[in-house]
Structure formats: structure tokens, C-alpha cells
């Protein structure tokens, strides 16, 4: 993964120059969510796997901060026992439900409160994989 040419990409799709005062550890994030695909979903412990972090939590304040919001979908992005977590700093409310909304525009479906469709989850591999170090 090229954090550097990701943010590029994305300060282009956006038009602006928005990064300037994110942490490298946010670029990680975005980029990480950038690669979760319309109609899927991704939990926060699988980000931080993605990233070779151990904190959900770290991953849920970076998405908290995403400025480059639909671009980067933190939509997609669940919590590990397949509920919405959280939205646009929210747990509750109108973020929830429009979260919920985005999420089902895009066929992923929630019934009472969790993901129906556990085939959704995306997984991409861990950093330094068996994989990466054979290439």
C-alpha cells in the first residue's frame, strides 16, 4: 500500500488541499478505507490489523476526523460483533441512521442493530503476511 500516492489520489478526487494536518497514522487509516469496496464492510479491528495496530479505538478517532468524507467511506467501516458503531462522532441519533442509510443504499443490510450478512466483511491482509514476504 502507497500512503503517499493514496493521499495524492485523494487530495486530487477532492480538489482541495485538506491533508495538512493529519497524523500519518489518519493517512494510514483513510487509505486502509479507501480500499473497502461499495457493498462491503469492514470492522475497526480489522483496520487496525490492516495497519498492524492493536487499537480499534484509535482507528474510530481517525475516521471521527475524516475530512475527506464520502471519498474515504468511513460508512463502511463496523464494529467486530457486526453493529453500526459509531458515525461522524456519534453513537446514536440522526449520524446512525444516515449511516445505516448509506450502508443500505449500497445493499449492505442491518436488522436490529447488526449486520445480516456476514459475507459482507472485507479483510485485507496483515502487514509483513506471509504473502508480502514471498514477493
Same mark, same amino acid.
Given at each position: 500500500?502507497?500512503? +503517499?500516492?493514496?493521499?495524492?489520489? =485523494?487530495? #486530487? /478526487?477532492?480538489?482541495?488541499? &485538506?491533508?495538512? $494536518?493529519? *497524523?500519518?497514522?489518519?493517512?494510514?487509516?483513510?487509505?486502509?478505507?479507501?480500499?473497502?469496496? &461499495?457493498?462491503? /464492510?469492514? *470492522?475497526?479491528?480489522?483496520? +487496525?490489523? $490492516?495497519?498492524? #495496530?492493536?487499537?480499534?479505538?484509535?482507528?474510530?478517532? !481517525?475516521?471521527?476526523?475524516? %475530512?475527506?468524507? %464520502?471519498?474515504?467511506? #468511513?460508512?463502511? /467501516?463496523? &464494529?467486530?460483533?457486526?453493529? =453500526?458503531?459509531?458515525? !461522524?462522532? $456519534?453513537?446514536?441519533?440522526?449520524? =446512525?441512521?444516515?449511516?445505516?442509510? @448509506?450502508? +443500505?443504499?449500497?445493499?449492505?443490510?442491518?436488522?436490529?442493530?447488526?449486520?445480516?450478512?456476514?459475507?459482507?466483511? /472485507?479483510? @485485507?491482509? =496483515?502487514?509483513?503476511? *506471509? !504473502?508480502?514476504?514471498? &514477493?
Amino acid at each position: 500500500m502507497d500512503v +503517499a500516492r493514496e493521499m495524492r489520489d =485523494l487530495r #486530487c /478526487v477532492m480538489g482541495v488541499e &485538506k491533508d495538512g $494536518a493529519l *497524523t500519518d497514522f489518519q493517512r494510514k487509516v483513510y487509505a486502509v478505507v479507501s480500499q473497502i469496496p &461499495k457493498g462491503r /464492510v469492514m *470492522t475497526y479491528q480489522g483496520v +487496525a490489523r $490492516a495497519l498492524g #495496530c492493536r487499537s480499534c479505538q484509535a482507528v474510530g478517532q !481517525a475516521l471521527k476526523r475524516n %475530512p475527506f468524507a %464520502p471519498t474515504v467511506p #468511513c460508512h463502511r /467501516v463496523i &464494529k467486530s460483533d457486526f453493529s =453500526l458503531g459509531g458515525f !461522524a462522532g $456519534a453513537w446514536q441519533g440522526d449520524e =446512525l441512521v444516515r449511516k445505516m442509510k @448509506l450502508l +443500505a443504499d449500497e445493499g449492505v443490510i442491518f436488522e436490529n442493530g447488526r449486520l445480516q450478512n456476514p459475507e459482507l466483511i /472485507v479483510v @485485507l491482509p =496483515l502487514p509483513n503476511s *506471509t !504473502a508480502e514476504k514471498q &514477493k
